[in-house]
Structure formats: C-alpha cells, structure tokens
C-alpha cells in the first residue's frame, strides 16, 4: 500500500500558467480532502470529494481553482491563471470513510514567479 | 475566532523532558486528530480519537468532550521530535477539517 501518492512534489508555474496538482488516494479509499497550506499560515479546507462527485467546496476560491475526482485515476486539484498569491503547499487527505483516520500525503509545494 | 486553538505556539524543550501540548475547540466534533509535521515535510496522522485516551510509544493522547479539551504528551522527549504537532477536528455537520496554527517544538540535545 504506497499511501496517498502527490505529484509533483515541487511546482513552480509563471503568472498567469495553469497549475495542475494530482492526488492518488490509498487503495480503497473513495474520499479525498484537499488544503492548502499558505506561508506562515495554518493549514485551510478546501474541497472534498467523493468519486465524481464534489461534496464540500466551501473553502474553494470561487474563480480560478477546480477540483475534480473522476470515476479512474487521481483527484485533480487546477488552477488557472495562477497569480503569486496561490504560492502554497497543497496537501491532499484520503480516507475509506468520513468516520475513519484519514492519510494525508507528502504535499505538492507551488511557487508562482 | 478560530474554532481550534493550541497552546503553546512554540516550546523548546531539553531532551529527555515530558512535554504537553494543548488543544481546545469550540465546535461540536465527530472526531479529534493530532497530525505531525517535520520542517518541508509532509504530514502524519498521529492519533484520531473521540473520547479517551489513546497511546503509541511514546506519544499520549487524551480528550475531553465535555471540557472540548485535548492534550498530546510526549515522554522522554528527544530531538527527533522537533516539529509542528497541530490539532485538527472534524465537525459534526460537515467532513471537513478545522485546524489549529500548531505548535513549533524544538527538542535540544
């Protein structure tokens, strides 16, 4: 079982690129939580999603940033036209189920320059 | 306000010393979650709990629901447990977390 698996570890994008974050939840886990970690900041909720379907986005900035968790392969975390302030680690969670622990991965670091 | 606050912010402790560390929250919870996080690293689950008192090695955790307290205990403290330990909750209306800022512990050889 290798964990919830995030790529890349390290993203750096310009102003104005797309940013494109991957989360593989563990084998078996069907939820996935999404945050963002901002310099010298705590860590902040963002979204969280069952396959196909998006059950919580109320920590989602309302422009620029999507997330979706499609029926095959990895949650994916976008965001457009990204700007210096999106600067963040992003952390992505997996769990089986609401009620149980949750696995957080190693994080993807973005840099916007 | 946050719904999560620890205390302390940051805690310097010698090695070998007994450390605490607090949690208090303000919302009703389904659940309770220490996570640990080293300097650039990622971050590991500790404990999750709900009532009680859990352990793992040296590691302690309690809650108390009524209290909407939590602490987290490290014995015989050593170096290698230099990190941001944070407190997070799940609330009962929702799946999301709520975090705390976290605590910053450096253990000094």
């Known amino acids: 079982n290798a964990g919830v698996m995030q790529n890349p570890r390290h993203l750096v994008r310009r102003r104005g690129q797309e940013a494109r974050l991957r989360c593989s939840p563990m084998k078996g886990h069907s939820h996935v939580y999404w945050y963002r970690q901002l310099p010298e900041e705590g860590l902040k909720f963002m979204v969280y999603?069952?396959?196909?379907?998006?059950?919580?986005e109320s920590g989602m900035p309302k422009e620029r940033f999507s997330a979706e968790f499609p029926k095959e392969g990895p949650s994916i975390l976008r965001i457009q036209q990204v700007v210096r302030g999106d600067s963040a680690a992003y952390f992505c969670?997996?769990?089986?189920?609401?009620?149980?622990?949750?696995?957080f991965g190693s994080g993807t670091r973005l840099t916007v320059v | 306000k946050n719904e999560v606050e620890q205390s302390p912010q940051n805690l310097t402790a010698q090695e070998g010393e007994f450390i605490t560390i607090n949690c208090s929250y303000s919302?009703?919870?389904?659940?309770l979650h220490w996570l640990q996080q080293h300097p650039g690293g990622g971050i590991v689950s500790l404990f999750m709990?709900?009532?009680g008192k859990k352990k793992h090695g040296r590691l302690i955790a309690t809650i108390n629901i009524q209290e909407k307290h939590s602490s987290l205990h490290i014995t015989a403290s050593h170096p290698r447990d230099s990190a941001v330990y944070i407190c997070a909750v799940t609330v009962h209306t929702g799946n999301q977390f709520y975090f705390g800022t976290g605590t910053s512990l450096t253990v000094i050889p």
């Open positions: 919302v009703g919870i389904s659940a």
């Open positions: 709990l709900s009532s």
């Open positions: 999603l069952q396959k196909e379907n998006i059950i919580d």
């Open positions: 969670a997996s769990s089986e189920d609401s009620n149980y622990g949750y696995t």
